[in-house]
């Protein structure tokens, strides 16, 4: 058949209507295995840490305020996700003003950890990490920019970074990376 008014009808000869009929069937078939396979990671009791919609362990949950406050060498407060359970910040200062220490953590799907792993503009540099999960490496910007530790482990992935925005900065770029990578080492057993 063809258009009718407009509308475009379905060709509903026997061999094209067979085509049809399996495509919908495989599409209803992946949808409920997906279907499942997402339930029973909702159903599975978790005894690590509280889990994002997405599977991800809320970013707060990754680090303590003993790990924070070592990175930055400066008390810090706990952790707090003022736009939801994927960002976290341990601070120095209550209010994390810009001009105050901080940690971030982000929580990641596996196809963001790969855009980071290859980067479209050329000026950032990737370095890779071993023994830190199952994948890692840094994100380093040109500029002195403070760089990120990005790991992957299994199915999760997450980046941390010491933001630091004071005149003359505290850390060098070789103080930021060992003091990411402790943290990081941290944060990957809690994964």
Request: with cysteine; net charge positive.
């Amino acid at each position: 058949m063809g258009p009718v008014r407009g509308i475009l009808l379905p060709d509903l000869r026997p061999d094209r209507a067979m085509n049809t009929q399996r495509q919908i069937t495989s599409i209803a078939t992946l949808g409920l295995l997906v279907g499942s396979t997402s339930a029973a990671r909702f159903v599975a009791a978790d005894s690590r840490a509280p889990r994002t919609a997405q599977g991800a362990p809320a970013a707060c949950t990754l680090l303590t305020t003993a790990d924070a406050t070592k990175a930055l060498e400066a008390p810090s407060q706990p952790g707090k996700s003022d736009i939801g359970p994927t960002m976290c910040i341990w601070s120095n200062d209550p209010a994390a003003s810009d001009s105050s220490r901080k940690v971030a953590v982000n929580t990641h799907t596996l196809r963001s950890f790969q855009a980071a792993k290859n980067p479209a503009i050329t000026t950032i540099k990737i370095e890779p990490v071993s023994g830190i999960g199952d994948e890692a490496f840094y994100e380093i910007y040109p500029n002195d920019q403070s760089p990120f530790i990005w790991v992957r482990k299994g199915n999760n992935a997450i980046s941390i970074r010491i933001l630091t925005r004071l005149k003359p900065k505290p850390f060098t770029l070789d103080q930021e990376k060992s003091k990411e990578a402790v943290l990081a080492k941290a944060a990957v057993g809690k994964l």
